[in-house]
Nanobody
Framework: QVRLVESGGGVVQAGEPLRLSCVAF????????MAWFRQAPGKEREFVAS????????HYADSVKGRFTISRDNAKNMMYLQMNSLKPEDTAVYFC???????????????????WGQGTQVTVSS
């Protein structure tokens, strides 16, 4: 079993950066695709970014392309989301997710992911 824990959320002003971290406990996740999703109040959970097992392939939602960067450090069992030029519409709870299958394509749909963190709140004020 894998337990994911996010950190780094907070309250920032529009235009400022923020970096989220996700650490995996239980077993190494170096062979597993991982992703970030987010959920704003009253809205469905949406895909933000995903990365393959070795960090060589990644995908982004159109709304964050050019502003957010996903990365991972398999030696530390961690994944990151660098968020720049934040906008009020980026306000949401951000979730870290990991697949149970090894060496799989970094999907954009939430159904592909088996392990989820509890989420970290990001609030961007205008």
């Amino acid at each position: 079993q894998v337990r994911l824990v996010e950190s780094g959320g907070g309250v920032v002003q529009a235009g400022e950066p923020l970096r989220l971290s996700c650490v995996a406990f239980g077993r190494p996740i170096s062979a597993n695709a991982m992703a970030w999703f987010r959920q704003a109040p009253g809205k469905e959970r949406e895909f933000v970014a995903s990365v393959d097992w070795n960090g060589s392939s990644w995908h982004y939602a159109d709304s964050v392309k050019g502003r957010f960067t996903i990365s991972r450090d398999n030696a530390k069992n961690m994944m990151y989301l660098q968020m720049n030029s934040l906008k009020p519409e980026d306000t949401a709870v951000y979730f870290c997710a990991a697949e149970a299958r090894s060496f799989h394509y970094p999907a954009e749909n939430s159904q592909s992911y088996d392990y989820w963190g509890q989420g970290t709140q990001v609030t961007v004020s205008s």
